[in-house]
């Protein structure tokens, strides 16, 4: 075999090994631009669609009393305010001047404490943002609208570069 005859031999073994050269896939910027767009632009319905979900959630718990709707602060107020009314309660039905009566009346004491300090720490909590003050609806919420702020800022500067690409 010939010099010639192994060289073009070798030349349709890569050709058929890798294909022909004009059919290899070269992704441009510009396309790879256009695509991620697009899968940005997909993830913002996906995004949207779900705070719509979860905002009905929040919306029906808090209808329905559910304790989904409800943070962890608010829950220990309303706690509180039961054994309020439950101390209460006791004490309109113990005799006058009974030990009964009169370890209620200290329970009572000790419960309008608690309730004042749980008011107060929602209180704060609320002011400063903190989850303790919000309920896991209202958290699945706000990630929501997170993630469409974030796939909103992402298709800008997707759009950005498309327009770069163009010049």
């Known amino acids: 075999m010939s010099l010639r005859m192994q060289t073009s031999l070798l030349a349709v073994a890569a050709v058929l090994t890798l294909g022909l050269p004009s059919a290899w896939a ?3 910027p510009k396309q790879e631009d256009a695509a991620q767009l697009k899968a940005d632009e997909a993830s913002l ?6 705070l719509a979900t979860d905002a009905k959630a929040l919306k029906s718990d808090k209808a329905e009393g559910k304790m989904s709707a409800e943070s962890k602060d608010s829950m220990r107020v309303y706690r509180d305010k039961q054994a309020v009314k439950g101390e209460k309660r006791d004490i309109s039905a113990d005799k006058s001047g009974s030990l009964q009566g009169k370890e209620d009346k200290m329970e009572l004491k000790t419960e309008k404490a608690k309730l004042k300090g749980d008011q ?41 570069d498309l327009k770069a690409d163009k010049k």
């Open 26 to 28: 070269q992704v441009t």
């Open 45 to 50: 319905a996906r995004e949207r669609g779900q």
């Open 120 to 160: 107060q720490r929602m209180q704060r909590d609320n002011k400063h943002g903190r989850m303790a003050a919000t309920s896991p609806d209202a958290e699945k919420v706000y990630q929501d609208k997170q993630a469409i702020q974030g796939q909103e800022k992402a298709i800008a500067t997707d759009k950005a």
